[in-house]
């Protein structure tokens, strides 16, 4: 049984330019999460699928964020023209319906923004 | 809105020695849960314990326990036996009920046990 995977681990990029990070969940688990994880805290919600249907996203995630879950299976995280406050660990999270049901986490993609 | 707090920054433990990680949280919610993680320096986050609002025993995991008061909305982490491993970052979670069914997390632990 895998875990959560996600790609890349680590990603360093210049101001402005575009990044995309993937992350494959547990291959039963219908739901799938982002968070966003700075520097001294926790991690913060950023956004949640049900199947491939994105159903809820966070006032965190601006409009230079986009997400995808194509086909229900994996999901893709996009940030266009990135700026030096999105440096951060990125992680994804999946878990199976109804309540009581444990998130299990990736290893996450640490973004270093330039 | 929930919220968790974890007021312990730093904890310093001899190992083979007991350490209890202390978590409380805010919620009006009848009905929630709550997780510990840990986070070593690899940055992943491993779950360890959950424990339900209406369980009416504590949870138990291995060395892991969770010392659940609801009155005082506290769910403390005890880690029984502490070894060279589990220095790490320790976060505390609450699931909210409805929606996304997210997780909200207090700022973390970071436990080190000496040898």
């Known amino acids: 049984d895998t875990g959560v995977s996600q790609n890349p681990r680590h990603k360093i990029t210049k101001r402005g330019q575009n990044v995309t990070f993937r992350c494959d969940p547990i291959?039963?688990?219908?739901?799938l999460y982002w968070y966003r994880q700075t520097l001294g805290q926790g991690p913060e919600f950023l956004t949640y699928?049900?199947?491939?249907?994105?159903?809820?996203k966070s006032r965190l995630l601006s409009d230079r964020f986009s997400a995808e879950r194509p086909k229900g299976s994996f999901s893709t995280l996009e940030i266009q023209r990135t700026e030096q406050g999105d440096s951060a660990m990125y992680l994804c999270?999946?878990?199976?319906?109804?309540?009581?049901?444990?998130?299990?986490f990736g290893p996450g993609t640490r973004l270093l923004v330039l | 809105a929930q919220k968790i707090t974890q007021t312990q920054p730093g904890m310093f433990v001899q190992e083979k020695e007991a350490v209890t990680l202390d978590c409380t949280y805010d919620?009006?919610?009848?009905?929630?849960?709550l997780f510990w993680y840990k986070q070593p320096s690899s940055g992943e986050m491993i779950f360890l314990i959950y424990?339900?609002?209406?369980?009416?025993q504590n949870a138990t995991e291995g060395r892991y326990s969770l010392n659940f008061q609801k009155a005082r909305k506290s769910a403390n982490l005890v880690i029984s036996a502490s070894q060279l491993g589990d220095s790490a970052m320790y976060f505390c979670?609450?699931?909210?009920?409805?929606?996304?069914?997210?997780?909200?997390f207090g700022q973390g632990t970071r436990l080190t046990i000496n040898p």
């Open positions: 999270a999946s878990s199976s319906e109804g309540g009581g049901k444990t998130q299990y």
């Open positions: 291959s039963e688990h219908n739901r």
């Open positions: 699928f049900q199947n491939e249907a994105q159903l809820e």
């Open positions: 919620t009006s919610d009848p009905s929630y849960g």
């Open positions: 424990q339900g609002s209406y369980d009416q």
């Open positions: 979670a609450m699931r909210e009920v409805q929606g996304a069914q997210k997780l909200v």
